[in-house]
């Protein structure tokens, strides 16, 4: 694979990050050799920024081994569900276990989705902001999912010293005009504060329905080279996001980073038309539970 991945500036945190985050909720249901292969395929793309949680079944597990010699080559942020801060140290530490690091580079609290989650994530906030200041995580941020997310992150950098944000952008959403006004507030508190942000869902393109599910990620996603490309290029061309997470399917990896390493920029009036083009889709959220 011949691909050479843009980098920008992940805000605050002065990494520059490859556009292509190497999304490891792929790995939830994987082997080790399926593991290797796709971190060798994201290297050789130049991805240097993973992203991988507790919560992404085998992972972390899997992940560990295939990190061992290219550690200092990724960026490494890993995330939390937990509320209490004993709770959250806890699974930190397991975490840093797994991945054979002593530290991750950003540890992020994992799905807040809306105001009262982020209000019940209090503790939690605070166990990741004392991880930072003991050098168990380089730096701390937010992510999420659900068309609420937005605004709860909103509230999340104005209430804490977060230095990351992680949400959903593509067309689709876009075309929402709720979701599109606090998604752009967001962006524009984050801009100020010089805080790093990812794109998820960038190739998501409808709930599964009925239809028989032919990948591993829990909404059906683009599949076509020119929808697949049409998703990434309107997530990195959204002003003021850095970067955006592959998708939880290790079979799509090898098309999502073909399109990020040819990623040409969208124009506003390409993002409106991709955005109306998207209108008729159904939402992928809310997510279904189990």
């Known amino acids: 694979m011949d691909v050479l991945l843009e980098r920008r500036r992940l805000g605050r945190t002065e990494h520059w990050s490859s556009v292509a985050v190497l999304g490891c909720a792929a790995f939830a249901a994987s082997n080790p050799d399926e593991v290797a292969a796709a971190v060798a395929t994201a290297l050789e793309a130049g991805v240097n920024h993973l992203d991988v949680a507790p919560q992404y079944g085998d992972a972390e597990v899997l992940l560990g081994p295939a990190l061992a010699g290219v550690r200092d080559r990724f960026f490494v942020a890993c995330k939390t569900l937990r509320h209490r801060a004993d709770g959250v140290r806890a699974q930190l530490e397991q975490s840093l276990a797994r991945l054979g690091c002593d530290r991750v580079d950003l540890y992020q609290l994992h ?3 809306d105001l009262d989650e982020l209000g019940r994530r209090a503790d939690a906030v605070a166990a990741v902001l004392a991880a930072r200041d003991e050098g168990l995580c380089r730096f ?17 950098v104005r209430r804490y010293d977060l230095d990351t944000v992680m949400f959903p952008v593509n067309p689709r959403l876009w075309a929402d005009p709720d979701y599109r006004r606090d998604a752009e507030a967001l962006l524009e508190e984050a801009g100020r504060r010089d805080l790093g942000v990812m794109a998820i869902k960038a190739v998501a393109a409808r709930p599964w329905g009925e239809r028989a599910r032919t990948a ?3 909404y059906e996603p683009h599949r076509e080279p020119a929808a697949v490309a049409r998703g990434v290029r309107f997530a ?11 998708p939880g399917d290790v079979g799509l990896l090898p098309a999502v980073l073909d399109a990020a390493g040819g990623f ?8 409106a038309e991709a955005a109306r083009a998207a209108s008729p889709e159904p939402l992928i959220f809310p997510m279904p539970r189990a």
Do not use: M
Not at 141 to 149: A, D, K, P, S, V
């Open 111 to 113: 799905a807040v989705t």
């Open 140 to 156: 701390a941020g937010i992510t999420g999912h659900e068309l609420t997310t937005p605004a709860a992150q909103l509230e999340a």
């Open 216 to 218: 591993t990620t829990w």
């Open 236 to 246: 990195l061309s959204v002003p003021g996001v850095h970067a955006f997470c592959t």
């Open 264 to 271: 040409e920029p969208l124009a506003e009036a390409e993002r």
